[in-house]
């Protein structure tokens, strides 16, 4: 049963549009992540917050944003889709001190036409 | 900078045999994660097994297995009596406990299970 929660779980919208996509955990911790998945390859780290008001760039360089003002959300926004944003953006939480304990969302299947 | 290498884009197998996944890492951090998800066709990412770098023992749970050669840097998953439903991808990653960089998971491009009956 999933402790973390991602909506919409599919979502195709027009070009140009502004789009929030959502993040909540119900376990209380206070890292979280989102990862970037193109269709039939790896996932790329775009941002991670260590808790409330603390916003990170990850590994991969996006035109997304991130917010986190309260521990359990973690919504991702894009100022205006793009084609080229199409892709899957999975959530994932860890608890601070864990090791391995990653949980992660269902994702969030975005098409941008 | 690490890197997750997974050299075997496809691999059919047949079911109840094992399976072996490769996967070799690259990193200069003393202190690290190793890790396998299985991601179905649904999208959501299932963890299956860690190792830690300084673990003594490799990792074992139920019919997984991690194949843990650190002087060789590699860390094979092993799946035991394969079943139809393991037919998915599978991806290794990592993750630097030494406490610096982003403390995300570092993925490899994965590999496509595909069991037969």
């Known amino acids: 049963e999933a402790d973390i929660y991602q909506t919409p779980r599919y979502l195709v919208i027009g070009t140009g549009k502004k789009i929030t996509l959502e993040c909540s955990q119900t376990m209380g911790h206070d890292k979280m992540y989102w990862y970037q998945q193109d269709p039939g390859m790896e996932l790329h780290l775009i941002h991670y917050s260590y808790g409330v008001n603390s916003t990170e760039k990850g590994d991969l360089s996006s035109e997304s944003t991130v917010s986190r003002i309260r521990t359990e959300h973690f919504p991702l926004t894009l100022e205006s889709a793009r084609p080229s944003h199409t892709s899957q953006y999975l959530c994932?939480?860890?608890?601070?001190?864990?090791?391995?304990?990653?949980?992660f969302g269902s994702g969030t299947r975005l098409t941008v036409v | 900078a690490q890197k997750i290498t997974q050299t075997q884009p496809g691999m059919f197998v047949q079911e109840k045999e094992a399976v072996t996944l490769d996967c070799t890492y690259d990193t200069s951090d003393p202190s690290y994660g190793l890790f396998w998800y299985k991601q179905p066709s649904s999208g959501e990412m299932i963890f299956l097994i860690y190792?830690?770098?300084?673990?003594?023992q490799n990792a074992t749970e139920g019919r997984y297995s991690l194949n843990f050669q650190k002087a060789r840097k590699s860390a094979n998953l092993v799946i035991s009596a394969s079943q139809l439903g393991d037919s998915a991808m599978y991806f290794c990653a990592m993750r630097d406990l030494s406490g610096g960089g982003a403390d995300g998971l570092t993925f490899g491009k994965g590999t496509h299970l595909i069991i037969q009956p």
């Open positions: 994932a939480s860890m608890a601070v001190g864990g090791l391995y304990g990653y949980t």
């Open positions: 190792q830690g770098s300084y673990d003594q």
